[in-house]
């Protein structure tokens, strides 16, 4: 009997082998379905669910349909899309997915994921839940908050003699996956490292290795595509003779998101034709002078100071940008929310190895901020118009979103320029 | 009549800081205080985290200095993975010195042309709204072109080495990530993109002789302005005492040079320093135990490096070192503004450093990475460009971090900082009854000569606003500018 059949994929005719999985039929006629469980050795996992379809008009995943004759596919319509970058937007708000010191930022499917589908920022507040991190086993480690449950280990990876290595264990959003201690010591270091490469994310890692490839040498750092920035304030009216007003503000930041802001080098004296800063760490003045245009927010809120001085912003400019994995995120100094913060200021002053014999003081002063019990991002303490992910952002990717708001044009940023780390 | 002056926030620094001065009620300043108000808590967030991830996860301290936390970090792994500054392969370590004076070069350069020219070229008491980089752009077209092309230089050497101009990955336990190509050298001795070494090192001299010139202009401005004796402390190099930027030994000298820390070897620096804790400031003071609070406090940075230090290893920097020191008949320098002039003549070794590495063809090998035998802990110190940098960080046999000790180069200048606003409050605002934004200006010119680095100095992350505050002698706010 003839196996072959036709069936329609966004609009386009394709011809496939009857039973074939959908995936697979969609990526030989070019039509990428994004997946992050999916491994084409096994039997379709369906856990991630990014794979989501429309056949024959109900909504699946792709990864669990077999073609059949005359299926209508749609794969890339706006509603779907929109759906896909809001998974990858749930997922880098539960876990811990700090890009910059991963291991596997760069190769990892997800990140690769969130910058083909131009994914900024996460609208869902982080969760900042604290998983086991295991560090028992003989070779491999398991970070537990940067696990996405795809179930791909559990599945595929086996010692020689047949024995999983990998398997889920309690319920619900309590689920981890976990390792057991036994039969991973018989896996050798090949077999170690393919579990760390079958991994879509940086979830586990074996033991000492620190090496990725340098910078645009990884996996996903060149793509052929370009991220649009999606304008909606309206086009700004500027009075013939001004300039636009620009204010910059490092909350909890390292001031690396202001370097790179510099890092244009000689162009910086091009956009000072047009653009004036107003308050901002680089110049002397403390209180904004002006209503601004645009407001550059690097650093997320780590104190009382920081709340005050991101309302002040908000209500001083007109747009608000959070540049920097730390506004957008949280970043770094959000690294503290797993830890009381009793514990970090004691560690700093009463238990560090330079500390004074019979050292008792804590600072705490009036002139002092007050810090919050957890850092915030942003966009979770005033509402943020625009977001520029990066640590830090790439300076052209800076600078080509606050020229696309204030002249009104998309300036398209290439793949290479939008990074997360 | 009493009041509190406030400066808040201290701009034209990384970081946040604020100044409290307290004025009593015949205007005689009894008080004044430079507050930090950035808290990260580093030391703790950082244990249970394999050790591999310290000196990429570390290096967000700072924007400007990154590269000299994962410096710092990377030579406390090495320590960890069995390999001493020495056992390194010589292409790892030359690597990485390029780097590290390619950081130096620009960070500098930043400093001054972008954070403390306005002061010099308008003056302390300008119009705060030009008194900026953009002004500077706009009445010094062409020197601030030259800051600005002097920066890129370093910060391209930066990426060429990390692979990114800011928190790039250079280092690997043991070693460095990856070699130099020879095309990739070319860039930077071939003037075709951007202006070569050799135009680097012309416009270092060109701009020592700028400061030498404001020098004999404004003499006793310079001479005198927030000068006060301390204690000095850096690296020298372990075989004569020259500068050194990457691994030395630790010295530390008093106020009319006599030794106080003896070329100490930088495993060994837990025997010496104490961090104490004040209640109004999240910044540590460190100082040296036998010397005890009140003594033991030392600068760092430039100008502490060039008076620690018997010479230059390269011939131009050494010759500008000669005249540096001539200014002070050869005694040790405590004028707080020369720290501009002794960051120059660092630009200009950084310059020449890079210069001989770039031509050395060991950057091309593929020995770049050494194995030893783990152990428990490991120190890396090294010299940051605002002054002397120590990382130590304890290991478990599970490669965890479980401790992790951060004395930041800024933080030594903390009680530094603190005497030069105490300066700059009696000598400026010291009985006058009307306190105007210059004079303001000026506290904060005497800050910084130090080019602090406030979020590194509390391992917070974070801006501190500087308010200068104005109490009077009961303690009462009368005056306060914040800005926020």
Request: charged letters at 25%; aromatic letters at 8%.
């Given at each position: 009997?003839?196996?072959?059949?036709?069936?329609?994929?966004?609009?386009?005719?394709?011809?496939?082998?009857?039973?074939?999985?959908?995936?697979?039929?969609?990526?030989?006629?070019?039509?990428?379905?994004?997946?992050?469980?999916?491994?084409?050795?096994?039997?379709?996992?369906?856990?991630?669910?990014?794979?989501?379809?429309?056949?024959?008009?109900?909504?699946?995943?792709?990864?669990?349909?077999?073609?059949?004759?005359?299926?209508?596919?749609?794969?890339?319509t706006p509603e779907l899309t929109a759906n896909r970058k809001a998974i990858i937007e749930m997922l880098y708000a539960e876990g811990n997915h700090f890009c910059p010191s991963c291991e596997k930022s760069g190769n990892c499917e997800m990140q690769n994921w969130g910058y083909r589908m131009?994914?900024?920022?996460?609208?869902?507040?982080?969760?900042?839940?604290?998983?086991?991190?295991?560090?028992?086993?003989?070779?491999?480690?398991?970070?537990?908050?940067?696990?996405?449950?795809?179930?791909?280990?559990?599945?595929?990876?086996?010692?020689?003699?047949?024995?999983?290595?990998?398997?889920?264990?309690?319920?619900?959003?309590?689920?981890?996956?976990?390792?057991?201690?036994?039969?991973?010591?018989?896996?050798?270091?090949?077999?170690?490292?393919?579990?760390?490469?079958?991994?879509?994310?940086?979830?586990?890692?074996?033991?000492?290795?620190?090496?990725?490839?340098?910078?645009?040498?990884?996996?996903?750092?060149?793509?052929?595509?370009?991220?649009?920035?999606?304008?909606?304030?309206?086009?700004?009216?500027?009075?013939?003779?001004?300039?636009?007003?620009?204010?910059?503000?490092?909350?909890?930041?390292?001031?690396?998101?202001?370097?790179?802001?510099?890092?244009?080098?000689?162009?910086?004296?091009?956009?000072?034709?047009?653009?004036?800063?107003?308050?901002?760490?680089?110049?002397?003045?403390?209180?904004?002078?002006?209503?601004?245009?645009?407001?550059?927010?690097?650093?997320?809120?780590?104190?009382?100071?920081?709340?005050?001085?991101?309302?002040?912003?908000?209500?001083?400019?007109?747009?608000?940008?959070?540049?920097?994995?730390?506004?957008?995120?949280?970043?770094?100094?959000?690294?503290?929310n797993f830890v009381p913060l009793q514990e970090c200021l004691e560690e700093a002053y009463l238990n560090g190895l330079t500390s004074e014999l019979g050292a008792d003081i804590i600072p705490a002063h009036k002139d002092i901020p007050k810090l919050l019990n957890k850092v915030y991002p942003?966009?979770?303490?005033?509402?943020?118009?625009?977001?520029?992910?990066?640590?830090?952002?790439?300076?052209?990717?800076?600078?080509?979103?606050?020229?696309?708001?204030?002249?009104?044009?998309?300036?398209?940023?290439?793949?290479?320029?939008?990074?997360?780390? | 009549?009493?009041?509190?002056i406030v400066i808040d926030p201290v701009t034209r620094v990384e970081g946040h800081g604020k100044v409290t001065i307290q004025l009593d009620e015949n205007n005689r300043v009894s008080d004044a205080k430079f507050h930090i108000v950035e808290f990260r808590g580093f030391e703790r967030f950082?244990?249970?985290?394999?050790?591999?991830?310290?000196?990429?996860?570390?290096?967000?301290?700072?924007?400007?200095?990154?590269?000299?936390?994962?410096?710092?970090?990377?030579?406390?792994?090495?320590?960890?993975?069995?390999?001493?500054?020495?056992?390194?392969?010589?292409?790892?370590?030359?690597?990485?010195?390029?780097?590290?004076?390619?950081?130096?070069?620009?960070?500098?350069?930043?400093?001054?042309?972008?954070?403390?020219?306005?002061?010099?070229?308008?003056?302390?008491?300008?119009?705060?709204?030009?008194?900026?980089?953009?002004?500077?752009?706009?009445?010094?077209?062409?020197?601030?072109?030259?800051?600005?092309?002097?920066?890129?230089?370093?910060?391209?050497?930066?990426?060429?080495?990390?692979?990114?101009?800011?928190?790039?990955?250079?280092?690997?336990?043991?070693?460095?990530?990856?070699?130099?190509?020879?095309?990739?050298?070319?860039?930077?001795?071939?003037?075709?993109?951007?202006?070569?070494?050799?135009?680097?090192?012309?416009?270092?001299?060109?701009?020592?002789?700028?400061?030498?010139?404001?020098?004999?202009?404004?003499?006793?401005?310079?001479?005198?302005?927030?000068?006060?004796?301390?204690?000095?402390?850096?690296?020298?190099?372990?075989?004569?005492?020259?500068?050194?930027?990457?691994?030395?030994?630790?010295?530390?000298?008093?106020?009319?040079?006599?030794?106080?820390?003896?070329?100490?070897?930088?495993?060994?620096?837990?025997?010496?320093?104490?961090?104490?804790?004040?209640?109004?400031?999240?910044?540590?003071?460190?100082?040296?135990?036998?010397?005890?609070?009140?003594?033991?406090?030392?600068?760092?940075?430039?100008?502490?490096?060039?008076?620690?230090?018997?010479?230059?290893?390269?011939?131009?920097?050494?010759?500008?070192?000669?005249?540096?020191?001539?200014?002070?008949?050869?005694?040790?320098?405590?004028?707080?503004?020369?720290?501009?002039?002794?960051?120059?003549?660092?630009?200009?070794?950084?310059?020449?450093?890079?210069?001989?590495?770039?031509?050395?063809?060991?950057?091309?090998?593929?020995?770049?990475?050494?194995?030893?035998?783990?152990?428990?802990?490991?120190?890396?110190?090294?010299?940051?460009?605002?002054?002397?940098?120590?990382?130590?960080?304890?290991?478990?046999?599970?490669?965890?971090?479980?401790?992790?000790?951060?004395?930041?180069?800024?933080?030594?200048?903390?009680?530094?900082?603190?005497?030069?606003?105490?300066?700059?409050?009696?000598?400026?605002?010291?009985?006058?009854?009307?306190?105007?934004?210059?004079?303001?200006?000026?506290?904060?010119?005497?800050?910084?000569?130090?080019?602090?680095?406030?979020?590194?100095?509390?391992?917070?992350?974070?801006?501190?606003?500087?308010?200068?505050?104005?109490?009077?002698?009961?303690?009462?706010?009368?005056?306060?500018?914040?800005?926020?």
């Amino acid at each position: 009997m003839n196996n072959s059949i036709n069936l329609s994929i966004d609009g386009k005719k394709v011809n496939a082998v009857k039973g074939m999985n959908l995936i697979d039929v969609a990526k030989d006629n070019g039509i990428e379905i994004p997946t992050l469980c999916y491994f084409k050795k096994l039997n379709p996992l369906a856990t991630c669910r990014i794979c989501t379809v429309s056949v024959n008009g109900r909504n699946t995943t792709g990864c669990t349909v077999k073609v059949e004759d005359n299926m209508v596919v749609n794969v890339h319509t706006p509603e779907l899309t929109a759906n896909r970058k809001a998974i990858i937007e749930m997922l880098y708000a539960e876990g811990n997915h700090f890009c910059p010191s991963c291991e596997k930022s760069g190769n990892c499917e997800m990140q690769n994921w969130g910058y083909r589908m131009g994914v900024t920022n996460t609208r869902y507040p982080h969760v900042f839940r604290n998983k086991k991190v295991d560090f028992t086993p003989h070779r491999m480690i398991m970070e537990s908050n940067r696990c996405i449950l795809c179930k791909r280990c559990v599945e595929e990876i086996k010692t020689h003699d047949g024995k999983n290595v990998f398997a889920f264990v309690k319920r619900g959003k309590n689920t981890l996956v976990q390792i057991d201690y036994k039969e991973e010591r018989k896996l050798n270091e090949n077999e170690a490292l393919h579990a760390m490469n079958i991994c879509p994310v940086g979830a586990i890692l074996v033991k000492g290795i620190a090496d990725n490839k340098p910078f645009g040498e990884r996996k996903y750092d060149f793509l052929n595509q370009q991220v649009k920035t999606s304008l909606k304030n309206k086009k700004i009216a500027l009075p013939k003779g001004e300039k636009f007003v620009v204010a910059t503000t490092s909350l909890a930041g390292c001031f690396g998101c202001h370097m790179s802001l510099l890092d244009i080098d000689t162009e910086l004296l091009d956009m000072l034709e047009i653009v004036e800063f107003n308050k901002s760490p680089l110049t002397d003045i403390k209180k904004f002078s002006k209503q601004c245009h645009i407001g550059l927010i690097e650093g997320g809120c780590a104190n009382n100071e920081n709340v005050h001085i991101l309302r002040e912003f908000r209500k001083k400019c007109d747009i608000l940008i959070s540049f920097g994995e730390c506004a957008v995120m949280g970043g770094i100094p959000a690294m503290r929310n797993f830890v009381p913060l009793q514990e970090c200021l004691e560690e700093a002053y009463l238990n560090g190895l330079t500390s004074e014999l019979g050292a008792d003081i804590i600072p705490a002063h009036k002139d002092i901020p007050k810090l919050l019990n957890k850092v915030y991002p942003c966009n979770e303490v005033v509402e943020i118009d625009y977001y520029i992910p990066g640590c830090p952002p790439n300076a052209q990717h800076i600078w080509k979103v606050v020229k696309s708001i204030l002249l009104g044009k998309e300036i398209p940023i290439a793949h290479e320029e939008f990074k997360y780390d | 009549m009493a009041q509190k002056i406030v400066i808040d926030p201290v701009t034209r620094v990384e970081g946040h800081g604020k100044v409290t001065i307290q004025l009593d009620e015949n205007n005689r300043v009894s008080d004044a205080k430079f507050h930090i108000v950035e808290f990260r808590g580093f030391e703790r967030f950082i244990q249970g985290h394999p050790y591999w991830e310290a000196p990429v996860m570390v290096q967000r301290l700072c924007g400007i200095c990154p590269v000299s936390h994962h410096l710092a970090a990377a030579k406390a792994i090495d320590q960890i993975v069995g390999i001493n500054p020495e056992d390194l392969s010589i292409p790892a370590q030359k690597i990485r010195k390029l780097l590290h004076f390619g950081q130096v070069f620009q960070s500098h350069a930043l400093h001054f042309f972008y954070l403390a020219s306005p002061d010099l070229l308008f003056g302390a008491e300008s119009d705060p709204l030009k008194r900026n980089v953009v002004g500077v752009a706009m009445a010094f077209p062409e020197l601030a072109k030259k800051g600005i092309l002097m920066r890129k230089f370093g910060q391209e050497i930066i990426k060429l080495t990390a692979g990114k101009r800011i928190h790039g990955i250079a280092t690997t336990p043991g070693g460095v990530h990856k070699n130099i190509q020879a095309k990739e050298r070319e860039y930077f001795l071939d003037g075709k993109e951007i202006p070569n070494i050799h135009t680097m090192i012309e416009w270092s001299l060109e701009i020592i002789e700028f400061i030498k010139q404001y020098h004999l202009d404004h003499k006793d401005f310079l001479d005198s302005f927030a000068a006060y004796p301390s204690g000095h402390l850096g690296l020298v190099n372990k075989e004569n005492g020259f500068l050194e930027l990457y691994d030395g030994n630790l010295r530390a000298i008093d106020a009319e040079g006599n030794i106080t820390l003896n070329d100490i070897p930088c495993d060994d620096y837990n025997e010496y320093f104490y961090e104490n804790v004040k209640k109004w400031t999240y910044l540590k003071f460190p100082y040296l135990k036998h010397l005890g609070r009140e003594k033991g406090w030392n600068r760092v940075g430039p100008l502490a490096r060039l008076n620690v230090c018997e010479g230059i290893e390269t011939p131009y920097a050494h010759q500008e070192w000669l005249d540096f020191r001539a200014a002070t008949n050869h005694k040790t320098n405590n004028r707080t503004m020369h720290t501009h002039w002794a960051r120059l003549i660092e630009i200009l070794y950084c310059a020449e450093m890079i210069k001989s590495l770039l031509e050395d063809d060991d950057l091309l090998s593929t020995d770049l990475v050494r194995k030893g035998n783990r152990r428990k802990e490991g120190i890396g110190i090294i010299e940051a460009p605002r002054g002397t940098l120590i990382h130590h960080y304890e290991v478990d046999n599970q490669d965890r971090i479980t401790r992790c000790n951060l004395i930041v180069s800024t933080t030594h200048n903390n009680e530094p900082m603190n005497h030069a606003v105490k300066w700059v409050a009696d000598h400026v605002l010291d009985g006058k009854t009307k306190i105007t934004e210059g004079m303001k200006n000026q506290v904060e010119v005497a800050i910084r000569a130090y080019d602090p680095c406030l979020s590194c100095a509390t391992h917070a992350m974070g801006q501190m606003p500087l308010n200068i505050q104005l109490r009077d002698y009961k303690g009462q706010l009368i005056d306060e500018h914040i800005s926020s």
